[in-house]
């Protein structure tokens, strides 16, 4: 070491050994810091070292990081910033073009977009430094002053950058690692969502009992989606009857019914604020429903089936509608094949009284026709259908009379 300062002093004449010093201890720094951002690909990690490093080594009051998710930039990371101004979610045109090294924002000007600026100010911020790799802007850390009041120095701002640049690349690896990490939990949920379909439709299938049908999709659908206020409205001729329902109150329930039945049902399940009836959005809002799902079999309405929030506070994803849909579907199909089998049912209970009756009717007519001499007598019942309303009788009075007997009963 003392070799080196020797030669930086030989070098660098002007500079004191201080100077020196203090560059040596920026670079072990910066080097310290590579280590731990390289010794775990956990986003969080990372992104911890990075900001709070420097804001403990230069007395940063407050600071944020935004990175680029989902095509959008998102407030990852922040110490001192309200908790409103984190849910900020920035487009592509409310970020600096080629913004590829460190700014100060109060010197951008008008190169700052409306939103970020308005961000910024909101937050006290007062540098941006990028994060670039590979020509791709991965997003910003923020900083806002330091505690000292004194300004972010020529060396300071540098080092920011360094860091920056140093750990853009751990960075980028971290988000592909997220993204990797979210794909397969949302295969494991898709994965989930068939073994549950699978299991349901076997229970469905092995049941022909209409109220069994709809317990089953009720379990289902509470415990799939861990909610606690639901109702299925079933429709009867004109109108819509409550089967079973959580956390409605009955009267304003059937003041849904009138907007219900007049509403153009979509085909699949839907997010209550996607809906274009605003009568009908209002009217599901103020019940606190966040999902309506339509029960349609051949493109005729069967009924609703309507979800208020989730316990655990999240909202409907489009693959919790997807799922809803195809269990309610489901559902639907059994409904319809219950319904058959039902008639089936009624339908032979009909031929076999029919078939009783009809017995009972022949027994009825004369076994045998007597004998008179002089007359050939001939009888005869053939009904069009199982049961007929016609009837004769010959009755003999003596040898030589008998009674004849016709009618429509």
């Known amino acids: 070491m003392t070799q080196l300062f020797d030669y930086l002093s030989e070098k660098y004449p002007q500079q004191s050994i201080d100077e020196v010093n203090r560059r040596l201890l920026e670079l072990s720094s910066l080097f310290e810091i590579s280590q731990l951002i390289n010794e775990s690909l956990e986003l969080r990690r990372v992104l911890n070292n990075v900001m709070l490093i420097p804001m403990g080594r230069m007395m940063i009051s407050r600071g944020g990081i935004i990175l680029k998710q989902d095509g959008k930039y998102k407030v990852v990371m922040a110490k001192g910033i ?3 101004l984190q849910e900020t979610v920035f487009d592509e045109k409310d ?15 008008e190169k700052c977009p409306p939103k970020l600026k308005a961000f910024v100010e909101e937050s ?90 709809l317990r089953l999709l009720i379990y289902a659908v509470m415990g799939q989606m861990l ?6 409205l079933l429709k009867r001729d004109d109108h819509l009857v409550r089967q079973e329902s959580r956390g409605f109150k009955s009267d304003l329930l059937e003041g849904l019914y009138p907007e219900l039945l007049a509403f153009k ?19 599901l809002q103020k019940q606190e429903v966040e999902t309506l799902i339509p029960m349609q079999h051949q493109e005729k309405l069967i009924g609703y089936l309507l979800l208020g929030k989730k316990i655990s506070g999240q909202t409907y994803t489009e693959t919790d ?33 029919l078939n009783v009756a009809r017995n009972i009717q022949k027994k009825l007519l004369p076994k045998a026709i007597p004998a008179l001499d ?30 004849l007997a016709i009618a429509d009963v």
Request: hydrophobic share 40%; charged share 25%.
């Open 321 to 353: 509608r997807e799922f809803l849909s195809t269990l309610v579907s489901q559902a639907v199909t059994s409904l319809e094949n219950a319904r058959l089998f039902e008639e089936t049912l009624e339908k032979q209970r009909l031929e076999e009284e």
């Open 124 to 213: 006290r911020l007062e540098l941006g430094v990028p994060f670039v790799n590979n020509n791709q802007l991965l997003g910003f850390m923020m900083f806002g002053a330091k505690l000292t009041k004194n300004e972010f120095s020529d060396d300071e701002v540098n080092f920011l950058n360094s860091l920056a640049n140093m750990s853009a690349t751990t960075i980028d690896n971290a988000l592909q690692l997220e993204e990797i990490k979210q794909i397969n939990r949302q295969l494991d949920e898709k994965v989930q969502e068939l073994r549950t379909l699978f299991d349901i439709a076997r229970g469905l299938s092995a049941t022909l009992d209409a109220q069994k049908i």
């Open 265 to 283: 049902q979509p085909e699949s399940a839907i997010a209550v604020s996607q809906i274009k009836n605003e009568r009908l959005k209002q009217l």
């Open 374 to 403: 002089g007359y050939d007598l001939y009888g005869m019942n053939a009904s069009s259908k199982q049961v007929g309303g016609d009837y004769f009788d010959i009755i003999p009075i003596d040898d030589r009379r008998i009674a």
């Open 95 to 109: 970020i600096p073009e080629n913004c590829f090294s460190p700014q100060h924002f109060e010197k951008m000007g």
């Open 82 to 84: 309200s908790k409103t």
């Open 227 to 232: 909610i606690t206020k639901y109702a299925l």
